[in-house]
């Protein structure tokens, strides 16, 4: 499980930053996918490595079965973001490529094509926290694939025990994790790390805030952010969270195994839950915290994009609108039958059997009713300033204040330096 969850964390945690680095020809590599022989098109199409079995074998399938160009599936295997970001820069990548962004620096350096007329009359069909970060001046520069999301995991039987209703607030939830911790037990598993890495802007999100406004702003300015961060700290402080646990928070173990009553994990995780507990857990968004609060479920999505550099870019484009537009059939096939995801189609995620009942059901609600991804503008150096700044709050004790004031001065510079008219 651990293995298959790997691309999941990443996507959910680095929010789509694609490092620009290394060399590109351990990058780009020698077999592109292009060459002559036959009278079709041929596309390179690139995917980061899944690790969940059938995956590869499936968008191999879907390929053989393209009819208008003959396209060569390549599995990308390492830093798959970096071999991206530097492929984008040469001749000799992929046509089509599966994009953890793209970023605004790509997509204002012309290096990705843009797609809105893809999604052309099914715009509005696509979960609208997925399409947000993919979308830079009313254009689409990426389809969406799928979406993944983490949420609140709960064991109905501990909390009923100990008389603890399930949190419906950031107070309700530091509360319930100092009731549920006793000498065997920890109310709550955020990480090793105490949340700290996970975590990310969920808790800002929660007290009603944003890393980054519609309007191109940091979205922490805010006294309640330092409030909701504090909280968070509590949890560390009331020794109420399981540290140093065997696996880490994308693997539901600890909250199978009984040490902890609740845990902050992904969708990935429910089937195995499910199938461990039966009927003996629950699921929640993160609780909101403030009078202005809402909870909050962060949502990551690849896409599909097209490189500039294509020499077959209506080809590529055409194959990606077939694949990612037209065939919802693989699409759905793509998102539930080699892990648990959920479609980035509304209407498809809507009628999914497997996502129709229980708590698979519910997530998708919390998805479309409290989704939030990461922003286009929420830059590496952002990300970095301002996970260090949590990190020193919950596990040092560090003041809040302080800390987002700091990460605040990066964050502007840098909303500054991306939005800066060329």
């Not at 590496?380 to 301002?386: D, E, I, N, Q």
Request: one cysteine or more; hydrophobic letters at 40%; aromatic letters at 8%.
């Amino acid at each position: 499980m651990a293995v298959t969850t790997i691309s999941r964390r990443r996507l959910l945690t680095t929010g789509g930053a694609l490092a620009l680095a290394g060399g590109l020809a351990a990058a780009c590599g020698s077999n592109t996918g292009r060459g002559g022989g036959g009278s079709k098109v041929r596309l390179s199409q690139w995917y980061h490595q899944y690790g969940e079995a059938g995956t590869e074998q499936a968008v191999e399938r879907y390929a053989r079965a393209y009819k208008d160009a003959e396209v060569k599936v390549q599995w990308r295997p390492g830093d798959y973001d970096q071999q991206t970001a530097a492929a984008l820069l040469t001749s000799s990548g992929p046509d089509v490529f599966e994009a953890n962004g793209p970023t605004l620096d790509q997509i204002r350096g012309g290096q990705v094509a843009d797609l809105t007329d893809l999604v052309q009359g099914v715009r509005d069909d696509f979960h609208p926290a997925a399409l947000k970060p993919k979308i830079w001046d009313g254009r689409v520069w990426a389809v969406p694939q799928v979406i993944d999301t983490q949420l609140l995991y709960y064991r109905k039987s501990l909390l009923e025990k100990a008389g603890v209703r399930p949190p419906r607030t950031l107070d309700e939830l530091v509360d319930a994790a100092k009731r549920l911790t006793d000498a065997r037990v920890k109310g709550l598993f955020l990480g090793n790390d105490g949340g700290a890495g996970v975590l990310g802007g969920t808790p800002l999100y929660a007290a009603g805030l944003s890393l980054v406004t519609d309007d191109g702003r940091a979205g922490f300015d805010d006294p309640a952010a330092a409030r909701a961060l504090a909280k968070v700290r509590q949890l560390y402080a009331d020794k109420s969270l399981l540290l140093g646990a065997p696996a880490d928070w994308s693997d539901p173990a600890a909250l199978i195994q009984g040490l902890t009553a609740m845990q902050w994990s992904g969708l990935w995780a429910l089937p195995q839950i499910q199938k461990a507990l039966g009927s003996d857990f629950g699921v929640l968004p993160f609780p909101a915290d403030g009078p202005s609060g809402r909870p909050a479920v962060p949502v990551g999505a690849y896409g599909s994009a097209v490189s500039t550099r294509s020499g077959q870019r209506d080809a590529a484009k055409a194959f990606v609108k077939w694949l990612w537009v037209d065939r919802t059939d693989y699409q759905e096939d793509f998102a539930l039958s080699y892990g648990f995801h959920i479609p980035s189609r509304l209407s498809l995620a809507a009628k999914a059997g497997k996502l129709k009942e229980g708590a698979a059901a519910e997530v998708v609600r919390f998805t479309a009713d409290h989704g939030y991804a990461q922003p286009l503008l929420w830059t590496v150096a952002s990300r970095t300033a301002y996970q260090d700044a949590l990190s020193r709050i919950i596990k040092g004790g560090a003041d809040p204040e302080s800390e987002l004031r700091s990460a605040l001065r990066t964050t502007e510079a840098e909303l500054r330096r991306v939005q800066k008219k060329s």
